[in-house]
């Protein structure tokens, strides 16, 4: 067996419902994993939940239910919601299953036996609010804390803490050396501004050692310390395991030899069955840039004691804001994305945010632009095409596909060639740019420009005719094919309404020529229906 192509997101907190941000990461990652399965990429995509932790605990609490109860119900909520975003994530993990429990458990122990643990008293500062220790580096001129930490409470306790200095040389090493070792030359943290950043954050400050406990009188709800019953393990060395936790249930060989002996004790329930899959190192991590810190410092550091290699990219997006400002549900500031899927369709959705970001910069959401870019790209761009292409050859052919003609394929020939080009760095927005520039502008102008409405009234022109009627039915399969991973069910409309019963979902399909003479299309249909202000206006009642 070989080693899959692993790609992951970041869990997201359980603490409420999903909103855009959520949704933009796990619909980058998805695009990702569609893209390079149909690139012929054998790729397992995970993505899941972070369940414990104070802010967890305190939402069940305000919901007068357990937590995990309180997680259970609305982990459903969440899984539903992948669902809806048509994510095609081939695990999901929740950190409160006995699986990733015992894994973290196993590399808390073999980290203990190796001496990378101290014990010490804490006597500083806190913030329940951001679940944070502050020091004396976060106050303020005047002597106070930012009011985003909340109420600062100074706190006196015990808590393990982890080694962090001694590994600051090789990792900035690391970062230094790694423009990417594997043949499509990516670096180790992407895009390279965000890699300077933590260069410069490496090289600048000394790092403070992690303290990776709660105390049980503090917080019940974690992984309890196998080493120390009176301590819970705290959020970030829980929840980053995750990456590796899911690979040790589906037998990962490197991560379980990594973890002998103290890996014995995950015992056959908490295996998933699919057992042996090669999935470690991970390919990428798809993450938002807030958490940057957590994967290129602590993660890398925790992956060298456990022994095992580093992931090969960490993939950071930027955050959307809404009509300007930061999405807060306080304010009621916030874009509801299942509320925009209801009313226009999964895959404008996902179309919008990948097309209106480019994975790296932050993002502004307005439901005006949104609007305009359906209309203008999704109604009247790609659906327009399809549609007329297709009702014409219905119209004048009676649905039959013409003789072959290869009229627009120098073009589109080049275009596919930059589109996955871009597709293997993972330039989603620069590849469905050139769809979009490149093919679906390009045909809809030809149809402006070769007239079949006009030549269908003339017999002497049919020749013309079936020309321009392949080269139109053929550039549409071939959409469907390089769209598929953005808006997979659109593209399996277009080959559908194209009387094709396969997948658009291999690249290698999107060679010129794959429509046969003589096939017979099946019932052409709008994709993105149109809506005008007066339906809006209604909707919005
Ligand atoms: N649980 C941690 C991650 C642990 S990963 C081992 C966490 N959860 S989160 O729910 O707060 O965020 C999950 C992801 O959503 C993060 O990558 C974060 O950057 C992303 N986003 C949260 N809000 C966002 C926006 N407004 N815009 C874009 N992404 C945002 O952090």
Not at 122 to 148: A, I, N
Not at 211 to 237: E, S
Not at 305 to 332: A, E, N, Y
Not at 420 to 442: C, G
């Amino acid at each position: 067996m070989t080693k899959r192509f692993y790609l992951t997101t970041a869990i997201d907190y359980l603490n409420g419902e999903p909103h855009l941000g959520h949704a933009y990461e796990k619909i980058v990652a998805d695009t990702i994993a569609r893209a390079r399965r149909s690139l012929g990429e054998d790729v397992f995509f995970l993505t899941g939940l972070d369940e414990h932790g104070q802010k967890v605990q305190q939402a069940a609490l305000d919901s007068g239910k357990q937590p995990q109860t309180y997680c259970d119900e609305l982990a459903a909520t969440w899984k539903a919601f992948a669902q809806k975003l048509n994510l095609s994530n081939d695990d999901f993990v929740r950190t409160s299953e006995p699986r990733h429990k015992a894994v973290v458990q196993a590399i808390l122990s073999k980290l203990h036996a190796g001496g990378h643990f101290y014990k010490a008293q804490y006597h500083g500062f806190y913030s329940p609010k951001e679940e944070t220790f502050l020091t004396g580096k976060d106050r303020r001129p005047d002597g106070t804390f930012d009011p985003g930490y909340g109420e600062v409470a100074e706190l006196v306790e015990d808590n393990y803490y982890f080694h962090l200095r001694k590994h600051q040389a090789w990792l900035i090493e690391h970062i230094e050396s790694h423009p990417g070792t594997d043949p499509d030359g990516r670096e180790f943290i992407e895009p390279s501004y965000r890699r300077n950043e933590v260069l410069g954050f490496l090289k600048h400050n000394t790092l403070d050692d992690l303290c990776i406990t709660r105390p049980l009188a503090r917080l019940n709800w974690g992984i309890p310390l196998p080493f120390d019953a009176d301590f819970v393990t705290y959020v970030w060395f829980d929840a980053l395991v995750n990456y590796v936790s899911v690979p040790a249930a589906r037998g990962d060989p490197t991560v379980l030899a990594a973890l002998e002996p103290e890996i014995r004790h995950l015992t056959s329930a908490c295996r998933t069955p699919s057992s042996g899959l090669q999935l470690w190192p991970a390919d990428i991590h798809v993450i938002g840039k807030d958490i940057l810190k957590f994967h290129a410092v602590y993660w890398p550091i925790m992956l060298k004691t456990m022994g095992l290699p580093l992931p090969r990219q960490i993939l950071v997006h930027g955050w959307w804001q809404k009509d300007g400002q930061k999405m807060s549900k306080s304010t009621g500031n916030v874009v509801d994305p299942v509320a925009v899927i209801d009313e226009w369709g999964v895959d404008a959705f996902r179309y919008y945010v990948v097309r209106e970001l480019d994975i790296g910069p932050d993002g502004n959401w307005t439901d005006a632009g949104f609007q305009a870019r359906y209309s203008a790209e999704l109604a009247n761009g790609l659906g327009n095409l399809v549609n007329r292409s297709l009702s014409m050859l219905k119209r004048y052919r009676d649905g039959v596909v013409p003789k072959f003609s290869e009229e627009l394929a120098p073009e589109i020939r080049q275009a596919v060639g930059h589109v996955i080009e871009k597709l293997r760095v993972n330039k989603l927005q620069e590849a469905l740019l050139a769809i979009f520039f490149s093919i679906v502008n390009r045909a809809n102008q030809y149809v402006d420009q070769t007239a079949p409405f006009k030549l269908a009234k003339d017999p002497a022109k049919a020749p013309r005719l079936d020309e321009v009627l392949y080269n139109l039915a053929e550039t549409c399969r071939i959409l469907a094919v390089l769209l598929w991973p953005f808006v997979p069910a659109t593209a399996e409309k277009i080959y559908a309404q194209l009387g094709l019963s396969d997948a658009p979902d291999k690249m290698n399909a999107a060679n010129w020529g794959g429509l046969n003479a003589g096939h017979r299309i099946g019932e052409p249909a709008p994709l993105f229906p149109r809506k005008d202000r007066f339906d809006n206006k209604q909707s919005g009642q």
